[in-house]
């Protein structure tokens, strides 16, 4: 298989893969790593694609680039979910109570 199929490959995986588990992360850094290696490899793109093969490239690669963004959004906004939700522990826990009471409330 060469690098291209690989790489197209790779970039299926990252689409394919569920976005609530870690393994997206780890598929998107392969085919970072992927796409990396092979465009440094390449000097000319016009003589190293035939047009399917760019074609087909071009689509995975802004499909991946896509779905990178949507990604990036949700961790934004879960991020600011969890500051929220940590802004509000710290301001129950800095007001303590002055002091405890152990003795039940009496019914009548």
């Known amino acids: 298989m060469t690098e291209l199929k690989a790489l197209i490959c790779r970039g299926q995986d990252v ?33 190293a694609l035939s047009l399917p093969e760019g074609v087909e490239l071009l689509d995975v690669h802004a499909a991946v680039l896509e779905r990178a963004q949507e990604v990036q959004g949700e961790v934004a906004k879960a991020l600011k979910g969890l500051r929220c939700r940590g802004k509000g522990i710290l301001a129950y826990t800095d007001t303590l109570p002055k002091r405890i009471g152990t003795i039940r409330p009496l019914k009548g």
């Open 15 to 47: 689409l394919a893969a569920d976005p609530t588990s870690g393994e997206l992360l780890v598929k998107f850094d392969l085919y970072t790593e992927l796409f990396e290696k092979w465009h440094a490899g390449v000097d000319d793109l016009a003589q």
